[in-house]
């Protein structure tokens, strides 16, 4: 079982933000922002790459309820998945990470220069 199988499973505990029947939201052990909450589906699909259109959209109504509950629905936020080798991604359970409670930074996302791929 992946570890956040197991966070849904109770078996390792986390910080819960808000949850129903198909979702959970809790808070990044490792914030990058002032509020760093991470948005899951209970079953395991191993990155945004599986989830299916109907199922995406459920999710895209709980984060929106998500941010309202953490109060950063007025004052903005960032939705950010990582997928695969590329894209930087360490957990292989499908997580959307919830950004905001400050201005947040924008800036190069790479080591390459974009400039000399154009
Ligand atoms: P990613 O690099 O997109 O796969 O992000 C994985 C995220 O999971 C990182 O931001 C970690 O800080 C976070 N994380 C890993 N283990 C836990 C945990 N047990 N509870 C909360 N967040 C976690
Ligand atoms: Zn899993």
Excluded at 4 to 17: L, T
Excluded at 63 to 88: F, V
Aim: charged share 25%.
């Amino acid at each position: 079982m992946c570890i956040f199988c197991k966070i849904v499973a109770k078996e390792i505990p986390s910080n819960a933000v808000a949850e129903n029947e198909e979702f959970y939201a809790f808070h990044d052990i490792n914030p990058k922002a002032p509020v760093h909450v991470l948005v899951i589906p209970k079953a395991h699909f191993d990155s945004f790459k599986e989830i299916p259109g109907d199922v995406m959209g459920r999710m895209s109504t709980f984060m929106q309820e998500t941010a309202k509950t953490l109060g950063i629905d007025e004052s903005g936020y960032r939705i950010i998945s990582n997928i695969g080798e590329d894209g930087g991604q360490e957990v292989k359970h499908l997580h959307f990470h919830l950004l905001g409670g400050a201005k947040l930074k924008w800036g190069h996302f790479a080591d390459a220069d974009p400039k000399d791929f154009i």
